[in-house]
């Protein structure tokens, strides 16, 4: 079975300071990972993807996560944040075996605060 | 191309009643998922379709049913409605081929609150 983990509720940084979200999985087998974000009111956006195809993955609006087997990490990071980025965020997991695709498990979400 | 289309985006419902939301995913897209989120639970898999058949579902009661139309079309239905089931009723369409990670792209979700 898998699992995520998304440590700490709330993140709060100040603007261009560097943005750190944490994720953790649990999985039996090879896992697809994603970052996703959710605006108020809205629904999710996917940010990126992790498909092993590269550990470091780049995904929209300056994001970027490195996928760490030995710490079964998937932790989302950006540079330098923007008052945008303020959202909630969610890391998903998902297997592949046998064909189906729907089963997305997510983390509880991490909400970010940009203070100017 | 259009993304997932979501009606209605709101709805206020009476405990006992049934309910009905629908979703119309990506032009392409064979797979549709639907989840339930709310501040207690968070994100949560109901069950997905493709090619009109159920592949997976969540562990939901059996009040919570769905199916999916030949044009990919998806309807979920809440029978009995309790308080319990307010929550924001998200939609997911993929291409869902059955190899690689397809990535899920969502609606904006339709708000059920049930008094």
């Known amino acids: 079975a898998q699992s995520v983990t998304q440590l700490g509720s709330h993140v709060s940084v100040s603007e261009g300071a560097l943005v750190l979200l944490r994720c953790n999985y649990s999985?039996?087998?090879?896992?697809?990972l994603f970052w996703y974000v959710q605006y108020p009111n809205q629904g999710l956006q996917l940010l990126l993807k992790?498909?092993?195809?590269?550990?470091l993955v780049k995904g929209i609006n300056g994001f970027e996560a490195e996928f760490k087997k030995s710490e079964t990490s998937f932790h989302l990071t950006k540079p330098s944040a923007h008052m945008s980025d303020a959202a909630e965020y969610f890391c998903?997991?998902?297997?592949?075996?046998?064909?189906?695709?729907?089963?997305?498990?997510f983390g509880k979400g991490t909400k970010l605060s940009v203070k100017p | 191309k259009a993304g997932v289309t979501q009606t209605p985006r709101y709805l206020i419902k009476t405990r006992g009643q049934q309910v009905t939301l629908s979703c119309s995913p990506i032009?392409?897209?064979?797979?549709v998922s639907w989840y339930q989120q709310t501040p207690g639970q968070g994100l949560q898999f109901l069950f997905e379709?493709?090619?009109?058949?159920?592949?997976n579902k969540g562990n939901f009661p059996g009040r919570f049913s769905g199916r999916q139309f030949s044009n990919s079309r998806s309807e979920m239905n809440v029978s009995t409605l309790e308080l319990g089931d307010s929550a924001l009723y998200l939609c997911?369409?993929?291409?869902?081929?059955?190899?690689?990670?397809?990535?899920?792209?969502f609606g904006p979700g339709t708000r059920l609150t049930v008094t």
């Open positions: 997911a369409s993929s291409l869902a081929s059955g190899q690689g990670a397809h990535e899920q792209y």
């Open positions: 998903a997991v998902s297997t592949n075996y046998g064909g189906s695709q729907g089963n997305l498990i």
């Open positions: 999985s039996s087998v090879p896992p697809y």
């Open positions: 032009s392409g897209h064979r797979s």
């Open positions: 379709y493709f090619s009109e058949t159920q592949r």
């Open positions: 992790y498909t092993s195809a590269a550990t």
